[in-house]
T-cell receptor, first 109, second 114 residues
Framework: GQNIDQPTEMTATEGAIVQINCTYQ??????LFWYQQHAGEAPTFLSY??LDGLEEKGRFSSFLSRSKGYSYLLLKELQMKDSASYLC??????????WGAGTKLIIKP | IAGITQAPTSQILAAGRRMTLRCTQD?????MYWYRQDLGLGLRLIHY???????GKGEVPDGYSVSRANTDDFPLTLASAVPSQTSVYFC?????????????FGPGTRLTVL
């Protein structure tokens, strides 16, 4: 079966760095996406990885290792507005997204 | 319209009633999707459409139907609602003709079936 695993909840301090991990087992791989979802709102796109390595976008970076079925999202210089759920999704061989349940990130002052 | 809109924003529905959730996008994206999101679970694909005139079943299609008469609209119909269909429903679209294939989401419809 297809499976995406990520921690249910994480807590971090404003100004710090946090790493959210995602492991996956899917039928085929056509890229991995990270989305941010604030409570009561729609998911919004953060990053995309299809090749191994690190993609950096301002305060956010995403890493992929296809051989390990592993990705992480790194958030630096945390701000209170970063409190949200972070969703990991893998595009499978049928070009459909398989979604993890999301990681709720709580930022404390 | 800018992006994707969904209607209604929320709805309380009696079990057994028929309900259509509306979704419209103005980005001329060829692909559209319907997901449901339940607490503790990832987004689950209900139905999708790769292009106008075609539809396909996702992970959880039972009890739902869709149509794609044109590029912009992708309504989701619950023929006879049941309490297990209580959920938040998101419509999304993407330009799947090469490129990133990033999905853009509508604001969601919160549906409660009693």
């Amino acid at each position: 079966g297809q499976n995406i695993d990520q921690p249910t909840e994480m807590t971090a301090t404003e100004g710090a760095i946090v790493q959210i991990n995602c492991t996956y087992q899917t039928s085929g791989f056509n890229g991995l996406f990270w989305y941010q979802q604030h409570a009561g709102e729609a998911p919004t796109f953060l990053s995309y990885n299809v090749l191994d390595g690190l993609e950096e976008k301002g305060r956010f970076s995403s890493f992929l290792s296809r051989s390990k079925g592993y990705s992480y999202l790194l958030l630096k210089e945390l701000q209170m507005k970063d409190s949200a759920s972070y969703l990991c999704a893998v595009m499978d061989s049928n070009y459909q997204l398989i979604w993890g349940a999301g990681t709720k990130l709580i930022i404390k002052p | 319209i800018a992006g994707i809109t969904q209607a209604p924003t929320s709805q309380i529905l009696a079990a057994g009633r028929r309900m259509t959730l509306r979704c419209t996008q103005d980005m001329r994206h060829n692909a559209m999707y319907w997901y449901r999101q339940d607490l503790g679970l990832g987004l689950r694909l209900i139905h999708y459409s790769n292009t106008a005139g075609t539809t396909g079943k996702g992970e959880v299609p039972d009890g739902y139907s869709v149509s794609r008469a044109n590029t912009d609209d992708f309504p989701l119909t619950l023929a006879s609602a049941v309490p297990s269909q209580t959920s938040v429903y998101f419509c999304a679209s993407s330009d799947s003709d090469g490129g990133l294939n990033e999905q853009f989401f509508g604001p969601g419809t919160r549906l409660t079936v009693l």
